[in-house]
């Protein structure tokens, strides 16, 4: 099917709105930072509440030509950006900005993407198997053609959590051997084929093209960034919402802010309590644990059923140093 042909699907409908505009708590004359812009909608709903800017940052480019609508309605209000949210803080600063009132990440592949068959993300419909947010480099197709079996496994266990990943591993390398993986549709049927699942379980194939759009797209280095971005470009009292969607994100997320609120444990009770070099917190938590969607927003909007929405506010010590940046896909042995 080609680029820009779409499944039948649901409107975009951003999640959690309710919840991320009061833990954002958007004012008038503030300046804001929607790092995964998509289709708009949260962006959108944080204007619609205060008389603020807000500039948005997204990585696929026809997100981008698709923003400029929205940007001429909105009056000089919002400025879409291209790039990744972890190069923040450049990209801002290219256009003259040096700090912010709030940031938002809503991670992951967008609706719009999944919905969008010619881009490789779904598994419920034929495509080319892609999955590149940005329309260059290594694709899943490179990724499932070339790997070894090992490093196949590797992924998928690590970014999919699946079980069964040797096994898909060694069903890919196989079928690669008589033709190769092209399709989402010819990738899918080796996952069902070797993962045997109820009638009411997620489809075999979730976790492993959840795994390889992940691995494509570096996608836990570049929260590890963006975390770190948002730190240096956060004003004191600015606050940083996160919402994930899968475990990997979420624990990085909390990992993060217990750490930079000084919240995180301890090795042991029994190591006494003395200065031992750790930097000063520069995060306050002001919720303890994720925040859900309510059942009547799942029930409206399945895709918000495994959302996570995590808040943390600025305070006034510096910036630590951010995350050395790199690839963050398991390596080969």
Not at 8 to 34: F, I, K, N, Q, S
Not at 312 to 322: L, Y
Request: hydrophobic letters at 40%.
């Amino acid at each position: 099917m080609r680029r820009g042909a779409r499944e039948e699907a649901a409107p975009h409908t951003p999640v959690m709105v309710r919840e991320l505009l009061a833990a954002l708590a958007p004012r008038d004359g503030g300046t804001y930072l929607d790092g995964t812009f998509g289709a708009g909608g949260h962006a959108q709903a944080v204007l619609d509440a205060a008389d603020c800017t807000v500039l948005g940052i997204d990585r696929d480019p026809d997100v981008v030509v698709g923003s400029r609508d929205l940007v001429r309605r909105y009056g000089g209000r919002l400025a879409v950006l291209k790039g990744r949210f972890g190069d923040m803080v450049e990209l801002l600063h290219g256009v003259g900005v040096e700090s912010v009132d709030g940031v938002v990440l809503d991670l992951g592949v967008s609706s719009m993407q999944i919905d969008d068959a010619g881009r490789g993300f779904s598994f419920r419909g034929g495509g080319p198997l892609d999955m590149r947010m940005e329309g260059r480099g290594l694709s899943a197709a490179d990724a499932v053609n070339t790997l070894s079996e090992a490093d196949l496994a590797r992924i998928i266990r690590a970014f999919g959590e699946e079980r069964a990943a040797r096994r898909i591993a060694r069903a890919i390398v196989e079928a690669r051997a008589r033709t190769p993986i092209a399709t989402t549709r010819a990738l899918a049927e080796i996952c069902r084929r070797v993962v045997r699942t109820s009638v009411h379980a997620i489809d075999p194939a979730t976790r492993t093209f959840q795994a390889l759009r992940i691995y494509v797209n570096d996608e836990l280095g570049e929260l590890d960034r963006g975390l770190g971005a948002a730190e240096a470009l956060l004003r004191p009292g600015a606050r940083l919402v996160v919402i994930s969607f899968h475990s990997l994100e979420d624990r990085k997320v909390k990992s993060f802010f217990a750490e930079h609120s000084g919240t995180a444990p301890r090795p042991s009770r029994h190591v006494p309590d003395v200065e031992d070099g750790r930097r000063s917190p520069n995060f306050r938590l002001l919720r303890r644990g994720a925040q859900r969607p309510t059942v009547e927003e799942v029930a409206s909007n399945p895709r918000a059923r495994s959302a996570r929405l995590r808040v943390a506010e600025r305070v006034a010590a510096p910036a630590w140093t951010p995350p050395t940046q790199g690839d963050s896909a398991p390596r080969a042995a």
